[in-house]
């Protein structure tokens, strides 16, 4: 049985930091392209940021330099630390895992950036 759980999440205050964590149990964590992605209330589901198996990052324009995804193998957790946060960054936020055609996704954690 897969299971993604996210947590970290929370209500933080605008250029405060938060780190949000995605425990991945069920798959072969190694050989899973791991993603973030978001869902603001009214707004369409977004990729945040995403890892592949060898490392390689790429994120949305609006995070590129304050958010970084990292992947931990040995205790299959993948990471978003979330600096600089802004009120536009509130959403749930989605941790996923692909492995073609496959892909999981977790039950999500609410963040709130707001003063």
């Known amino acids: 049985q897969v299971q993604l759980v996210e947590s970290g999440g929370g209500l933080v205050q605008p250029g405060e930091s938060l780190r949000l964590s995605c425990a991945a149990s069920g798959i072969i964590f190694r050989l899973n392209v791991m993603a973030w992605y978001r869902q603001a209330p009214g707004k369409q589901l977004e990729l945040v940021a995403l890892?592949?198996?060898?490392?390689?990052?790429n994120y949305a324009d609006s995070v590129k330099g304050r958010f970084t995804i990292s992947r931990e193998q040995e205790t299959n957790t993948l990471y978003l630390q979330m600096n600089r946060l802004k009120p536009e960054d509130t959403a749930v936020y989605y941790c996923t895992a692909a492995r073609p055609p496959d892909m999981f996704w977790g039950q999500g954690t609410q963040v709130t950036v707001s003063s």
């Open positions: 890892i592949t198996t060898g490392g390689s990052t």
